[in-house]
T-cell receptor, first 115, second 116 residues
Framework: AQTVTQSQPEMSVQEAETVTLSCTYDTSENNYYLFWYKQPPSRQMILVIRQEAYKQQNATENRFSVNFQKAAKSFSLKISDSQLGDTAMYFCAFIITGTASKLTFGTGTRLQVTL | DTGVSQDPRHKITKRGQNVTFRCDPISEHNRLYWYRQTLGQGPEFLTYFQNEAQLEKSRLLSDRFSAERPKGSFSTLEIQRTEQGDSAMYLC??????????????FGNGTRLTVT
């Protein structure tokens, strides 16, 4: 079975600063995708960034980047130049390639961006 | 593209009653998923459709739960004889899947169920 662990229930960062959210996962599979999703208060979950396990290069999307360490089964999210609109729950998620079905989510990290 | 829509946004029901939720996916998406999210937890997979076929069901989906996608478009999730433990946010998501490849999942706003 696959598991995803987010060990930081809550984090806080000042506007314009950088914050890193951690995620570890466990699987015996070799081909999979990893995701970070953002769920703002009372709003829908949206995809922030995606990483294919076979790619060594870390994915980046504007202010968001990941540090993917396959051997360590670690997948952290770095948010640079934090903005008030980044305040949300962030979920790390995992899917095995070819299963075309269920994502396995972590328990989430609540990020608060302050002035 | 109006996104994934779910109805109702909130539902309060008494224990023992039946409830039904609806999900309208993005129109060209052939795959539709239902997840359940309880407070302080990440979403948990319930079931998945490709077009009108229900291809996978989680062990979380007891026999009181039934999902349909009759014409491969919208989907309904029914819970019979609701229990307090059913209180949760029910999320619907859709994607465009071709073979083993999926576009990223697009989620709806969810239906928050409270069973009293």
């Amino acid at each position: 079975a696959q598991t995803v662990t987010q060990s930081q229930p809550e984090m806080s960062v000042q506007e314009a600063e950088t914050v890193t959210l951690s995620c570890t996962y466990d699987t015996s599979e070799n081909n999979y995708y990893l995701f970070w999703y953002k769920q703002p208060p009372s709003r829908q979950m949206i995809l922030v960034i995606r990483q294919e396990a076979y790619k060594q290069q870390n994915a980046t999307e504007n202010r968001f980047s990941v540090n993917f360490q396959k051997a360590a089964k670690s997948f952290s999210l770095k948010i640079s130049d934090s903005q008030l609109g980044d305040t949300a729950m962030y979920f790390c998620a995992f899917i095995i390639t070819g299963t075309a079905s269920k994502l396995t989510f972590g328990t989430g990290t609540r990020l608060q961006v302050t002035l | 593209d109006t996104g994934v829509s779910q109805d109702p946004r909130h539902k309060i029901t008494k224990r023992g009653q039946n409830v039904t939720f609806r999900c309208d996916p993005i129109s060209e998406h052939n795959r539709l998923y239902w997840y359940r999210q309880t407070l302080g937890q990440g979403p948990e997979f319930l079931t998945y459709f490709q077009n009108e076929a229900q291809l996978e069901k989680s062990r979380l989906l007891s026999d009181r739960f039934s999902a349909e996608r009759p014409k491969g478009s919208f989907s309904t999730l029914e819970i019979q004889r609701t229990e307090q433990g059913d209180s949760a946010m029910y999320l619907c998501a859709s994607s465009l899947g071709v073979g083993s490849m999926d576009s990223p999942l697009h989620f709806g706003n969810g239906t928050r169920l409270t069973v009293t």
